[in-house]
């Protein structure tokens, strides 16, 4: 299996790649144009990405079968596109969760002691321990997180640690789940916002998050609150955290930019980032040696496993429901073309097959094949389907 690699990958991934009998191309400066150059120079069967884009006249440039996504977000991947050619679409979630979760309480901390205004102070020769003694405390404050998923899990355990109480919204969050965790469900982000002193972002990217911390969150959020966000930059507008940074006293620490450039280095002009009000880094929440180094083996493991089975792990782009309006179980002998014949029978009949699959009895004498069907079968496709060569049963077995 051919397998290019458009972006730094750790050496552990590459050799296990290469015993593992693959095919390995490795240029991490590929992007653009070039990507589609090298997507159909090289034909790989499988594109592996960290933020590299991967637009759809990459995805029609070569035979791709499966586009990973060495970490957890794959909005950098035109996901629609790729389903349209049946192309698999894998992530890692979850192995860079506790490299984000420290980050974020990095960032919270600095702002609240104004870490980088004192260094920079420092290296100007400026001493101003006055203005620098007036930091709150994280101790005894309230954390709000956005989102309860592997990083949000991981910053409960942090936040305890502090000393810190914990509310949080997120769309899966049960108050069962929240009891467990020790935690306070809210019923909406704008809840958070009113409650909390420190509030962290940590919602993958979607039409139902893109924007979630609008105009009305930020007023909503308490004067001189911290807000932090690892997850995505499009998921905040930019505009009305600026707005609140200057009027209510908000700190920022942001990792991530709606307009941040898409690969390792380059320009980077946006206002917000420039901000006195922001202490910015560079998306870098997943950059530590161990967080690559687990993505890395996820990586592989989705790879190996699809090499050897045809099974994509985390696939993000499988359909949740389908068209099928019923299943058809057809009892058979493990014959050659038996199902060729009973599906054959389905084609005439002018009906789409949604989904199949075929367990075998021990002995491998016999089967029941299951195919879901778009439209509920006649009486008279029955009878030709229970009349072919080796089949003992057909019948609808749901609907």
């Known amino acids: 299996m051919r397998v290019l690699i458009a972006d730094s990958f750790e050496r552990s991934g590459l050799d296990a790649l290469t015993a593992a009998g693959m095919d390995v191309t490795v240029d991490p400066q590929l992007s653009g144009t070039a990507l589609a150059e090298a997507v159909a120079a090289h034909r790989p069967d499988v594109l592996v990405v960290r933020s590299t884009k991967v637009p759809e006249d990459v995805l029609a440039a070569g035979p791709l079968k499966l586009v990973v996504r060495a970490g957890a977000g794959y909005n950098t991947i035109d996901v629609a596109a790729a389903s349209k050619r049946g192309i698999y679409v894998s992530n890692c979630p979850g192995k860079n969760s506790i490299a984000v979760a420290e980050l974020a309480f990095g960032l919270m901390l600095a702002l609240d002691r104004r870490i980088v205004d004192n260094v920079l102070d420092l290296r100007e020769g400026r001493w101003n321990k006055a203005a620098y003694s007036k930091a709150a405390g994280l101790y005894g404050r309230t954390l709000g997180l956005i989102g309860v998923g592997g990083i949000g899990s991981a910053m409960i355990s942090r936040a305890k640690g502090f000393g810190m109480k914990v509310v949080a919204w997120s769309p899966s969050l049960t108050p069962d789940r929240a009891d467990g965790l020790g935690i306070v469900a809210l019923p909406s982000a704008l809840a958070v916002a009113e409650m909390a002193d420190v509030v962290s972002i940590h919602v993958a990217l979607n039409d139902g998050t ?19 966000n690892t997850s995505r930059g499009e998921v905040v507008d930019e505009t009305a955290l600026t707005r609140a940074i200057e009027e209510k006293g908000v700190r920022a620490g942001l990792d991530v930019f709606a307009d941040e450039p898409a690969g390792g280095s380059g320009e980077y002009h946006g206002a917000i980032g420039a901000h006195a009000g922001v202490y910015g880094t560079h998306h870098i929440g997943a950059s530590t040696d161990q967080a690559q180094e687990a993505i890395a083996a996820e990586a592989v493991r989705i790879i190996t496993v699809f090499a050897a089975t045809g099974v ?12 099928a309006v019923c299943a058809l179980s057809v009892r058979h002998l493990d014959r050659p073309g038996v199902l060729a014949a009973c599906l054959d029978a389905i084609s005439r009949a002018g009906i789409n097959v949604q989904g199949m699959s075929n367990t075998v009895f021990a002995g491998a004498e016999a089967a029941v094949a299951t195919i879901s069907l778009e439209v509920e079968p006649s009486d008279d496709l029955l009878a030709a389907i229970r009349a072919a060569d080796n089949v003992l049963d057909a019948s609808v077995v749901s609907a």
């Open 312 to 323: 994509v792990p985390n696939a993000v782009n499988l359909a949740v429901t389908t068209p």
């Open 210 to 228: 893109r924007g979630l911390c609008d105009g009305d969150f930020f007023a909503a959020l308490r004067p001189g609150a911290l807000f932090v």
